[in-house]
C-alpha cells in the first residue's frame, strides 16, 4: 500500500478463507493509497461473517473499509470515499455472474418474526437504472466489499455486528442484514458513490462504468 499524509488513519479487514486468488487483488492493494497508520488485517477462517466480525473487533483508529480478495480497484477509491465523510459509504460492484446486477439495494426489508419464517423483500439495482445519475445516492442496501463504515456506526450497534442465519437459517445473509439494521434499528444512511466502481473478478473481470452520454454500462473482460 502507498502512504500518504492526507486523511485519518483507519484499518482495512480482507474478511476472507483464501490465501489470495487473484493476482490482479494483490496488485490493486499493493497500489491502494492509504492514510498514514492505516492497518490492514487478513482475517482467515471458514466464515466471512466471523472473520468481518473478528477484523471489526481489532480495529484501529476511525474506520473500517472492507474488500475481498475477488476484486480489483482504483488505487485513490479508499481516499474518494473517505473524502465524503459519511457513516457508511461504498463505490458500485458489480455481481460477477449474469445478468450482472449491482451489489446495490434498492429496497431491501426484512420482517423478523419470532416463531415464523423471516420475511425478505429485496430488489437490487441495474446499471441502467442510474443511467444519468452521478456522485452520491442513498440505498437500502449496500455491498460489504468496497463499504467504508465510521467508527460511530461500530460504537452503536452492538456486537457481533455480522449474523449467519438471521433470514433463513441456511443462508449466509450476513451484509444483507448488517445493512437493513444499520438502517431501520439504528437509523444510518446509506450512500453509494456512483462515480467510483469495484469491478469483480472470477474467471472474467467484470466491472460497471459510466458512458459519456451517461449511461452505465457493464463490462466483461477475460484476462489471456
Known amino acids: 500500500m502507498r502512504v500518504t499524509r492526507e486523511g485519518e488513519p483507519g484499518t482495512i479487514v480482507l474478511p476472507t478463507n483464501h490465501l489470495g486468488r487473484f493476482g490482479q487483488f494483490e496488485s490493486a492493494l499493493e497500489a ?18 466471523l472473520n468481518a466480525n473478528i477484523g471489526t473487533r481489532d480495529r484501529t483508529c476511525a474506520w473500517v473499509w472492507f474488500i475481498g480478495d475477488d476484486h480489483t480497484f482504483e488505487p485513490n477509491v479508499l481516499m474518494r470515499l473517505l473524502a465524503h465523510n459519511k457513516d457508511i459509504v461504498a463505490p458500485l460492484v458489480p455481481m460477477r455472474f449474469p445478468p450482472f446486477a449491482l451489489v446495490l439495494y434498492k429496497k431491501l426489508n426484512i420482517l423478523e418474526q419470532p416463531g415464523h419464517e423471516t420475511i425478505f423483500d429485496s430488489e437490487l439495482y441495474k446499471p441502467a437504472d442510474l443511467n444519468g445519475i452521478k456522485g452520491l445516492i442513498k440505498v437500502d442496501g449496500l455491498p ?67 458512458k459519456p452520454d451517461g449511461k452505465y454500462q457493464v463490462t466483461f473482460e477475460i484476462k489471456k
Open 144 to 210: 460489504q466489499a468496497g463499504c467504508l463504515v465510521r467508527e460511530k456506526v461500530w460504537s452503536t450497534m452492538p456486537y457481533p455486528w455480522f449474523k449467519v442465519g438471521k433470514i433463513k437459517p441456511d443462508q449466509i445473509d450476513d451484509d444483507s442484514y448488517f445493512m437493513w439494521e444499520a438502517r431501520e434499528k439504528y437509523g444510518f444512511d446509506l450512500w453509494c458513490d456512483t462515480d467510483q466502481s469495484i469491478a469483480h473478478l472470477n474467471t472474467a473481470t467484470v466491472d460497471v462504468a459510466r
Open 32 to 49: 491502494l493509497i492509504v492514510p498514514e497508520n492505516t492497518h490492514l488485517f487478513r482475517v482467515r477462517s471458514g466464515s466471512s461473517a
